[in-house]
């Protein structure tokens, strides 16, 4: 039996996480004679840009299922399934249990890439990135730039507070190095 890799793009808001995915997703597809071998998801429940696409902050796009439950037909179905946005791949937003789907993909022979946030504005792990990482074959590590021009590795709440998980965009983030995001958690 031949595990597929399970690849995992993660950072602060605005680092390029879906850029990177979606440079893997047209990767693939280019080079993948049969464009069937490839599926991409995102989460029913992220329709800041687009219902059944992923957008790019520099506007690229690709086709995408909208999922809010995990669809056992995948497994051993693609060589190739993508899913952006994955700290959103937990109740309530998702029905299920992620992580053993993304087991069950790889354990059928398919590649697994994945994009999201790794922490949230309070500097917390999201649970589900952090166990995709710890069994990842490969982590692609991003960071944002901060205001001051430095590498930014943490996302500020612009609001001050609000719900763990809530989409959003310039409007409501920005990517912050470790010296402004402890600022913006001391006011």
């Known amino acids: 039996m031949k595990y597929g890799l399970l690849k995992v793009n993660c950072g602060p808001m605005f680092a390029g996480k879906s850029e990177s995915l979606v440079?893997?997703?047209l990767f693939q597809t280019y080079f993948d004679a049969d464009k069937?071998?490839?599926?991409?998801?995102k989460p029913s429940f992220?329709?800041?840009?687009?219902?059944?696409?992923?957008?790019t902050h520099n506007g690229k796009s690709v086709q995408a299922i909208p999922i809010k439950?995990?669809?056992?037909?995948?497994?051993?179905?693609?060589?190739?399934?993508f899913f952006?946005?994955?700290q959103f791949f937990t109740r309530p937003q998702f029905d299920g249990d992620f992580l053993g789907w993304v087991r069950e993909i790889r354990r059928g022979g398919g590649?697994?890439?994945?994009?999201?946030l790794d922490m949230d504005a309070q500097g917390n792990s999201f649970e589900i990135t952090a166990a995709l990482m710890a069994?990842?074959?490969?982590?692609?590590?991003?960071?944002?730039r901060c205001r001051?021009?430095?590498?930014?590795t943490r996302t500020v709440r612009l609001s001050g507070s609000g719900p763990r998980l809530e989409l959003g965009d310039a409007d409501k983030y920005e990517p912050a190095c470790l010296t402004h995001w402890a600022e913006a958690q001391d006011t």
Request: net charge negative.
């Open 23 to 25: 440079r893997d997703i």
């Open 36 to 41: 069937n071998n490839v599926c991409v998801f």
């Open 46 to 55: 992220d329709t800041r840009f687009a219902r059944e696409e992923i957008v």
């Open 69 to 81: 439950n995990p669809d056992p037909s995948v497994i051993g179905e693609f060589e190739h399934v």
């Open 84 to 86: 952006d946005e994955v």
């Open 111 to 116: 590649n697994v890439y994945c994009s999201g």
């Open 135 to 144: 069994e990842s074959t490969e982590v692609n590590r991003l960071t944002a």
């Open 148 to 152: 001051c021009g430095a590498p930014a």
